[in-house]
């Protein structure tokens, strides 16, 4: 009889990388991302997010300024995927699949937030990304 393992996903020095990725994103200005995977803030105030077939957003973290922050999610394949922020679940719960979007507005006070989908197993795959409210 095998124990049952379970897995463990540090977050210490990931953490401090995407943060330190955040501020010196935050500090550039320009706006140029050149291929980053932080995700930036485009000029309309949009959060843009894509689900990628393979359980992954297209960024390991998102910028969005405090206040209301609207969300529109983009599905690049055919999966079926959701997107809230842990925490807020009951504020916001985007769905897509079939090529299709989804967007919404939450309210945002500065601070760090995990975004997520919910579908079974998705999360464990890693759909799960970093929010950075400044
Ligand atoms: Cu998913």
Known sequence: ???????????GPI?????TALLVGACGGGGDSGGSR???????GVLRVVADDTQDFDADAY?????DVTVE???????????????????MRLEVENG??????VTLQPGRYIIYCDVAGHRDGGMEARLLVE
């Open 100 to 105: 299709g979007r989804d967007s919404g507005t």
């Open 73 to 91: 999610y983009v599905q690049s394949g055919f999966q079926n995927h959701t997107l809230m922020i842990e925490g807020l679940e009951d504020q």
């Open 1 to 11: 009889m095998r124990p049952k393992t379970t897995i463990v996903k540090p977050l």
């Open 63 to 67: 910028l969005a300024s405090a206040g």
């Open 15 to 19: 953490g401090a990388v995407v943060a």
């Open 38 to 44: 932080v995700g930036g803030e485009p000029e309309d």
